[in-house]
């Protein structure tokens, strides 16, 4: 079993920052990618940012020069460093990764964390 735990949700001000993380444990050969989703009331979930296990990186354009994902050395767990925060960022933020146990790549995801942006 794998499980992904994340944290650092709230209400923070239009301009404010937070910051996600996300651990991943449990059964974990390899993860090839780990990233962030959310989703909106009466939207559908959307990628946030994505980083591989080779380090490359992928943005929503909407979140581009504001959000930063990194890593740590361990490559299980990921963060997402949310600056310039707009109403519009305003969703429930979900850890996704894909852990391969070849032949097959899994995706897994965590229970969510809102983020609340206003004033």
């Known amino acids: 079993q794998v499980q992904l735990v994340e944290s650092g949700g709230g209400l923070v001000q239009p301009g404010g920052s937070l910051r996600l993380s996300c651990a991943a444990s449990?059964?974990?050969?390899?993860?090839?990618?780990m990233g962030w989703y959310r989703q909106a009331p009466g939207k559908q979930r959307e990628l946030v940012a994505k980083?591989?296990?080779?380090?490359?990186?992928n943005y929503a354009d909407s979140v581009k020069g504001r959000f930063t994902i990194s890593r740590g050395d361990a490559k299980n767990t990921v963060w997402l460093q949310m600056n310039s925060l707009k109403p519009e960022d305003t969703a429930v933020y979900y850890c996704?990764?894909?852990?391969?146990?070849?032949?097959?790549?899994?995706?897994?995801w965590g229970q969510g964390t809102q983020v609340t942006v206003s004033s």
């Open positions: 996704n990764a894909g852990i391969l146990r070849v032949p097959i790549t899994t995706d897994y």
């Open positions: 449990g059964s974990i050969p390899a993860i090839v990618v």
């Open positions: 980083i591989t296990s080779g380090g490359s990186t």
